[in-house]
């Protein structure tokens, strides 16, 4: 069982940056690959990124490929979401996700996902 719980969002300007983190309960955290998601008013909810259990690989959708940075501390068992030059089409609920099935850190195969944490961005 992994419990999740984001942080870090909130309001802030185009070109502005905001760091969410991703803090987890449970044993298998650390051995399992942490994904970000995020879903706006009225769409599908989409893949950010991803990291591998040891960080040492990472994946990111090509919308925040270069603005958004994915890293993770193991010991404190949280993993981060850096977002840099915002946009306003990043504005969503920003979700973070456990796989404890596979090794994989793609964009599937997720179980165990948190409450999410509100990113706005303004024009």
């Known amino acids: 069982q992994v419990q999740l719980v984001e942080s870090g969002g909130g309001l802030v300007q185009a070109g502005g940056s905001l760091r969410l983190s991703c803090a987890a309960s449970?044993?298998?955290?650390?051995?399992?690959?942490v994904g970000w998601f995020r879903q706006a008013p009225g769409k599908q909810r989409e893949f950010v990124a991803a990291i591998s259990w040891s960080g040492g690989g990472t994946i990111y959708a090509d919308s925040v490929k270069g603005r958004f940075a994915v890293s993770r501390d193991n010991a404190k068992n949280t993993v981060y979401l850096q977002m840099n030059s915002l946009k306003p089409e990043d504005t969503a609920i920003y979700y973070c996700?456990?796989?404890?099935?596979?090794?994989?850190?793609?964009?599937?195969?997720?179980?165990?996902w948190g409450q999410g944490t509100q990113v706005t961005v303004s024009s």
């Open positions: 996700a456990v796989n404890t099935k596979s090794l994989s850190w793609g964009p599937t195969g997720y179980d165990y």
């Open positions: 449970g044993r298998t955290f650390s051995r399992s690959a």
